[in-house]
């Protein structure tokens, strides 16, 4: 690693000097291309995120693919209902590395106000390993947009090597995520146990 | 086990022979122009449709279940997210229902603000469908853009008097839920006075636009009998000719006192339908600009309205209105108790939908996805009750 204060002199004299990592995460972080995935009131908000007024191309995250070979971002807007669920998760998996979730709202953190409905999925991130989660139903443009620049925060932060390098770099680990099946009753696996487990309480 | 993305299937001759291969694709549910998560199951030959099947579901949340175990006033918020773009006349049609159940009285004032902002949002609601129409023929972006632009300014109304901008969750039964102010009226003023500029752009563009008419301009026509006979309604219905309106026809709250045209078209194809939004539109500028110069003073909710402990009498009851998209109707069955006995949505969207295979056959696939627009659908809506 340089120095900051020989690097702040070298760059009055033109010179930039920089990490490999850095370079590699700095243009990462600045085109986040999402996938066009609405599921429910949330995709509004994400389309007028993208729209007029809210203009996300100002971060360089404009670019919605619709098909997730091209897309390294996925925003789960929405109720993610079981019939859905194995797509979603389908989808993940097609993306190519590295990727990363948004959960959008509060029906993907939790199944928000349909919680209690027998068909919905209580939080895509008993499937999905979820990078950022934005509170709201439907949380505003605004909210995204801030979801976006902390996801790019992120990445600007990621080790390219070491034991908490990401996902991608890490050969031992599996690419591919299960995807659930709608089984007799309920959706089999109910969750992935390497991206969630059930909150344990200790009473004291 | 998941359906086949596609599948290649003999075609067949009156005798049985095999002729050719008829393929067999799956539409959905992740599509970008599916208008959510829908599915649709094509039998193409060529690039002619010749079987379709919509398959729907995949936003199945429960609403109806849920409603029939909340309390009536609880169901309200839940019916904005129905038909997420227009929360408004979500609201005023299960209120209106609720309204007649208990026979509740709605203050004068309060009639006029439901006018104001179910007018406000067929007007949001019908230009971010032209945008999304022609976004669906392949211009990318641009109308899109133009028709959000208006849209967000709808929405900033809509956030100063509800404080939300999308779930507005507004009206109560015998009222709405806060008044509005003589600024938000001057500035709605403004919106409406404007917007017949904006439409006249947005008219100049497209009306005579020479994609625009080659994609929509004959392409599945529909029927009176056809319309009829798959109970359609709103804008899809007068498209192909009949004139019916439920602001007409049971001039419900204080429509009758508004003077207004029902446009109707005469082919039932994409341009009528097409048409018939911008027309509408109009007309809805006409009522605006009366609803905002005669509303009067005076309270906005009934005082005999109770919110909390909330048990109307035992009965059933259908309430309906005009909603952006059909006609939007509630069931509600009471037992007398905190909560009602059978909660049932009619919702235009899913109905209207059910005539899609007879409106794309024969036509082309890249038509199925503009008659799909055309019908302006929100799955919210489509999937609300058990899936079929």
């Not at chain 1, 702040?8 to 010179?15: A, I, P, S, W, Y």
């Not at chain 2, 069931?331 to 919702?347: A, C, E, F, H, T």
Request: net charge neutral; proline share 7%; glycine share 8%.
């Amino acid at each position: 690693m340089i120095e900051e204060g020989l690097k702040n002199e070298l760059q009055k004299q033109g010179v930039y000097v920089t990490s490999l990592q850095e370079l590699y995460n700095w243009g990462r972080a600045n085109s986040v291309w999402p996938l066009t995935f609405g599921l429910a009131c949330c995709a509004i908000e994400m389309m007028a995120a993208s729209m007029s007024r809210f203009d996300l191309a100002r971060f360089g995250a404009e670019v919605f693919r619709p098909s997730p070979r091209q897309a390294d971002l996925m925003i789960v807007a929405g109720t993610v209902t079981k019939k859905m669920a194995p797509l979603v998760v389908r989808l993940y998996n097609q993306m190519p590395e590295p990727k990363y979730v948004i959960a959008m709202g509060a029906c993907a953190i939790s199944g928000g106000p349909f919680k209690q409905g027998y068909n919905v999925l209580k939080g895509i991130d008993r499937y999905l390993p979820v990078d950022v989660a934005i509170p709201g139903c439907p949380p505003r443009p605004e909210a995204l947009i801030h979801a976006i620049m902390t996801l790019q925060e992120k990445i600007r932060n990621q080790k390219l090597t070491g034991p908490d390098r990401p996902r991608h770099l890490n050969a031992e680990i599996e690419g591919e995520y299960p995807v659930p099946a709608y089984g007799k009753h309920d959706l089999e696996p109910p969750k992935n146990p390497d991206v969630w487990q059930p909150p344990t309480m200790t009473r004291t | 086990m998941p359906p086949k993305s596609f599948e290649v299937k003999p075609k067949l001759d009156e005798s049985g022979a095999s002729i050719g291969e008829l393929l067999e694709i799956s539409m959905g549910p992740h599509h970008p122009s599916t208008h959510g998560v829908f599915r649709m199951d094509v039998v193409l030959d060529g690039e002619k449709v010749v079987k379709l099947k919509p398959v729907c579901g995949y936003l199945h949340r429960n609403h109806e279940k849920i409603g029939e175990n909340i309390s009536y006033l609880a169901s309200m918020p839940y019916t904005d997210r129905l038909d997420y773009f227009c929360s408004m006349t979500n609201n005023w049609a299960y209120a209106l229902t609720i309204e007649k159940l208990a026979g509740l009285a709605v203050p004068e004032r309060a009639e006029y603000i439901r006018v104001i902002m179910a007018e406000l949002t067929r007007l949001q609601n019908h230009t971010s469908l032209i945008g999304f129409f022609v976004h669906d023929m392949g211009a990318l972006g641009t109308p899109l853009m133009y028709a959000f632009r208006e849209r967000e300014k709808i929405l900033d109304l809509f956030e100063e008097v509800s404080g939300a901008r999308m779930m507005c969750n507004y009206m109560r039964f015998g009222g709405v839920r806060v008044d509005v102010n003589d600024e938000w009226i001057a500035r709605t003023k403004q919106l409406v006075a404007n917007y017949g500029r904006f439409l006249d752009e947005f008219e100049t563009f497209l009306n005579q636009n020479e994609i625009l008419l080659a994609r929509t301009q004959g392409v599945s026509p529909l029927t009176k009998e056809q319309a009829v006979n798959a109970s359609l309604t709103g804008p899809l219905l007068r498209a192909a000719g009949v004139n019916y309106d439920v602001r007409k026809v049971d001039k419900y709250g204080i429509y009758s006192r508004f003077d207004f045209k029902v446009p109707l078209g005469e082919h039932g194809d994409l341009y009528d339908r097409y048409m018939m939004r911008v027309l509408e539109m109009r007309e809805s500028i006409k009522i605006l600009n009366q609803a905002l110069r005669d509303i009067p003073a005076g309270p906005v909710m009934d005082p005999k309205a109770k919110l909390r402990g909330f048990r109307p009498k035992p009965g059933e009851v259908y309430g309906r209105i005009e909603s952006p998209k059909g006609e939007l109707g509630f069931y509600i069955i009471s037992d007398g108790g905190p909560n009602p006995y059978r909660y049932r949505v009619r919702p235009p969207s899913f109905i209207n939908i059910t005539i899609l295979e007879d409106m794309c056959l024969g036509h082309r696939v890249a038509d199925v996805i503009v008659i799909l627009g055309s019908v302006d659908i929100v799955l919210g809506e489509v999937d609300r009750c058990q899936p079929i």
